[in-house]
């Protein structure tokens, strides 16, 4: 074998270097070690069961996973969130019906209203003007919504949010049934819910609850659960779903992970989250500290293992804030915003990773000073929508520069990544707000995926329309 440089090479290289992760996955790369993979990589042979017709060894994996989170029926999933949620919007909408979607949901909640054809109506959620962040949702919002549309037949919110902000899930799952009608739940940052003394959407009694295990606990990226409760839905319509929505040849390695993270959470779970727990409140109260940069700590309920560190009080962008962290201190984060870098931790963290991220921050704001910045992100500005996704995606696009794009169609989705959540969607119109909004990001170094193109900023635009 040659020298040259390969995928796996770079990232044997990475993992002998000191960067820390504050990012997923949540095992940090050392937790719940495998044996050599190869060994046990392997297909549906006699012994080891079935995912898609599950009734042995899978079967009990299942079910140990729903003793654990209180659920009827659980699901393991190695196609990560994005195929759960793919699978619970077919299982639970018919093609052509109205949803009632969170604004601020994953972009697979869009390609799962793309792809059945659905008729959303958007909840938008309030907007903290510290940071741009959303805040969580109310059931007073949810049933206003529901008395303005009683055709809506599910609806689909996420909690918690990408920075952790918790919605009123109980009173909005009770808004919700009150009509006869289902509550799915993107949770899929919040498997770890109630084990630091949360209510998590199981518990609050949602319908279908979708948690990313990789994101917050020890398991291998891709790996997750979908919980079922309820009688509300169709539970064979959705197990068919997971079986179109997920690979005929499901990974043993993945699946072994999940095993693995679930008998960790029957052995040790307790016990560590409760030393995550100390560690985390002693860390938060460290960096309440500080003078310029700024810990963010919303109104509402919200997951303080997410720690969402603001700039727009100093001299620095969050762009620069999350490069420094990274360059200087080997520190990678999660996610960076114009006014904010987000640092993932969960009970993979160590005391050494605590420590050097106190450091660097302590020491980056002692460097910097204070300066008054104006928030481009402030105000919602709602776009009007011209045509349904599954329509626009189908008609012929332009590529035009986007400073000329005020008054089009736009012909895909705009978003940054992550967090994955859409600016806009195709079928809507870009307006001067919209179009200063990506521009600010574009200034501020961020990534606009999707229809954008950001070597000469063009905007993918419908030809014509009507």
Known sequence: MNDRENLYTRLIEYSKGRAYPFHMPGHKRHKLSMMDPYRF?????????????????????????????????????????????????????????????????????????????????YIWPEMDPSLGIYRGLSRREVEEKLDQYPDICAVFLTSPTYEGVLSDVRGICEAVHARGIPCVIDEAHGAHLRWIGFDDAVSCGADVV?????????????????????????????????????????????MASVSLCL???????????????????????????????????????????????????????????????????????????????????????????????????????????????????????IPERQMEIDEAVHMPVAMIPLSQAEGRILGDYLYLYPPGIPLLVPGEVLQTDQIKQIEYFVHWGLDVHGGYVKENGNVKVILHHG
């Open 41 to 121: 990589d392997l297909t549906e042979i006699d012994g080891f069961d079935n995912l898609h017709d599950a009734e042995g060894i899978l079967k009990q994996e299942e079910e140990r996973a729903a003793d654990l989170y209180g659920s009827s029926e659980t699901h393991m999933m190695i196609n990560g969130s994005t195929g759960g949620i793919l699978a619970a919007i077919a299982g639970v909408t018919k093609r052509g019906s109205r949803v009632l979607v969170a604004r601020n949901c994953h972009t697979s909640v869009y390609h799962g209203i793309e792809l059945n054809g659905l008729r959303p109506v």
């Open 210 to 254: 979708i948690q990313s295990l990789h994101k917050t606990m020890p398991a291998l990226t891709q790996t997750a659960l979908m919980h079922v409760n309820g009688s509300l839905v169709d539970r064979e319509r959705i197990r068919r779903m997971l079986s179109i929505y997920q690979t005929s040849s499901p990974s043993y390695v993945l």
């Open 263 to 381: 008998t960790w959470l029957e052995e040790r779970g307790r016990e560590e989250f409760d030393l995550y727990s100390k560690r985390i409140q002693s860390l938060r109260q460290r960096l309440m500290n500080m003078k310029h940069l700024c810990l963010y700590e919303p109104q509402d309920a919200f997951d303080w293992g997410k720690f969402v560190i603001g700039t727009v009080g100093s001299s620095m962008s969050g762009r620069e804030l999350y490069d420094r962290l990274r360059d200087v201190y080997g520190l990678q984060m999660e996610m960076v915003s114009s006014e904010y870098v987000l640092a993932m931790t969960t009970v993979g963290d160590t005391e050494e990773g605590f420590e050097r991220l106190a450091q660097a921050l302590e020491a980056i704001d002692d460097e910097i000073c204070a300066k008054k910045k104006c928030l481009i992100t402030e105000n919602i500005c």
